[in-house]
């Protein structure tokens, strides 16, 4: 194991992205940490109705937390909660988009490997959700940004073949557009308007979104295109939630 993971104690802080049952107690937690990058850990305890782990594991929460490496994994000793998005499990209509961000999260990045940058991302599309940004649009811009810091950017600005700048045509086994002259069977057509969209969400932080008004046209470009490339470049499986997205 790399980092503070090879000792018997450390600290760090982190985003709980997912939690499951662990025997007839305890929690299995998936956290994505500064320090440590993704890993599980225990909360021994934390599904009895006087545990003091237990607010601080839940779905959603953004802390810090103390660890005691066990032998299969990490145990949690401590929490100290800095935010706690509880309106995503309480309100259904923003629950699957919460719920999806983590998931999209947590089948892309693998390993203790540092991702401070992916960290920040995650923690700033869950404020903006909280904060009442369109759903779609931070989905939208999440898939393309998430998929840049882990390495995968998409060729936005000219054709992937010859380099025109004339190129709508989005090819997800190249990963980018095409030209008319360039382009094959497999291509979606794409838009000025969503393609200028694209562009801005790649390099604008989640905090200045709320200045876009995207047509839902666009926008409904931009889930066909960043759905593909993702099946094509990414290979994460099904995304279970998804299905529950009202896109």
């Not at 018997?8 to 994505?32: C, H, I, P, Q, Y």
């Not at 940004?133 to 992937?160: I, M, T, V």
């Not at 095409?178 to 057509?189: E, P, Q, T, Y």
């Not at 969209?197 to 066909?224: C, D, F, V």
Request: aromatic residues 8%; hydrophobic residues 40%.
């Amino acid at each position: 194991m790399r980092g503070k993971l090879s000792e018997r104690s450390f600290k760090a802080r982190g985003l709980v992205l997912r939690t499951r049952n662990l025997g007839e107690a305890d929690r299995l937690v998936t956290m994505l940490t500064f320090e440590e990058g993704k890993f599980e850990a225990v909360a021994k305890g934390a599904r009895k109705i006087k545990s003091k782990l237990a607010a601080g594991i839940d779905l959603f929460t953004f802390g810090n937390f103390n660890f005691h490496q066990g032998k299969t994994w990490p145990i949690v000793t401590g929490q100290d909660p800095i935010e706690r998005f509880n309106r995503f499990r309480e309100d259904p209509d923003l629950f699957p988009y919460g719920l999806y961000l983590n998931e999209l999260t947590d089948k892309l990045i693998s390993g203790c490997e540092k991702c401070d940058a992916i960290c920040n991302l995650l923690l700033a599309s869950w404020r903006a959700l909280d904060g009442g940004l369109d759903k779609n649009l931070l989905c939208r811009a999440y898939e393309l940004k998430l998929a840049d810091l882990a390495g995968y950017h998409p060729h936005l600005h000219s054709c992937a073949g010859c380099g025109s700048p004339s190129s709508t045509f989005f090819s997800p086994r190249q990963g980018g557009l095409l030209c008319s002259k360039c382009c094959g069977a497999d291509v979606i057509n794409v838009s000025e308007g969503a393609l200028a969209l694209a562009r801005h969400l790649l390099k604008s932080s989640i905090e200045k979104l709320t200045l876009l008004r995207p047509l839902p046209g666009q926008l409904e470009e931009l889930a066909t295109i960043n759905t593909a490339f993702y099946a094509h470049h990414l290979d994460l499986g099904e995304i279970k939630s998804r299905r529950l997205l009202l896109t």
